[in-house]
């Protein structure tokens, strides 16, 4: 079983539909939970950044957490074309020299029809 | 306030030719750690180091891959006389250690002939 479970897809939405999207986790240890988009062939940018159970949300996007059932998740408001890219979920722990390796979901692919 | 650098960009080698990536943090960060994405494969984390010392290095292949971070200039991944296998995209992330959150660079795209 991995680590972190995540829905490849491919998941495709009209343009103004509300996207989720979901990973979920096995390892207790982990305290640390992002989301990063990736366009292709460019670097994963930090969308996301959360680290408590609940929800925090900046601008169109609302990043969840559970920890009692280990399950995370990312929702997108009013999907625009230019929030076609992977999504992928990464979390990490903590320990005494600093914050351990993400380790990363398989990632999402989100396409917005127009 | 730049970003993660990295470079090159892209990178050709010949089999058994030396790759070096270099890879320059976000001002103030000294948390360095590098990832692997092969093609249609999530990344997978290589090594985690801090200035002058490899913290975790668990995920470095035991042979022909090395890792530093030194006192000055930016850390540096080496590949020793690359395979084909080793084609891939190298990213760089860093972190300034006060919390979780990690900032990618652009990568750097090895093609290994």
């Not at chain 1, 495709?12 to 990063?36: D, H, K, R």
């Not at chain 1, 998740?73 to 890219?85: E, G, N, V, Y």
């Not at chain 2, 292949?61 to 690359?82: D, N, W, Y």
């Amino acid at each position: 079983q991995k680590e972190v479970e995540q829905d490849p897809g491919p998941l495709s939405v009209p343009e103004g539909a509300i996207v989720s999207l979901n990973c979920t986790y096995s390892n207790s240890a982990f305290q640390y939970f992002m989301w990063y988009r990736q366009y292709s062939r460019k670097g994963p940018e930090l969308l996301m950044y959360t680290y408590s159970s609940g929800n925090k949300e900046d601008g169109r996007f609302t990043a969840q957490v559970d920890k009692s059932s280990k399950y995370i998740s990312l929702f997108i408001r009013d999907s625009q074309p230019s929030d076609s890219a992977t999504y992928l979920c990464a979390m990490n722990g903590r320990t005494n020299f600093g914050n351990e390796k993400l380790t990363f979901g398989t990632g999402t692919r989100l396409t917005i029809i127009p | 306030n730049a970003g993660v650098m990295q470079n090159p960009r892209h990178l050709v080698r010949r089999r058994g030719q030396e790759a070096r990536l270099r890879c320059s943090p976000m001002k103030g960060h000294s948390h360095v750690y590098w990832y692997r994405q092969l093609p249609e494969e999530g990344l997978k984390f290589m090594v985690y180091l801090q200035k002058e010392n490899i913290i975790d290095e668990s995920g470095m292949p035991k042979e022909r891959f090395s890792a530093e971070f030194p006192k000055e200039g930016p850390s540096i991944l080496r590949i020793q006389q690359v395979v084909r296998g080793d084609s891939a995209a190298y990213f760089c992330a860093s972190s300034p250690g006060t919390s979780g959150e990690q900032f990618f660079g652009p990568g750097t795209r090895l093609t290994v002939l």
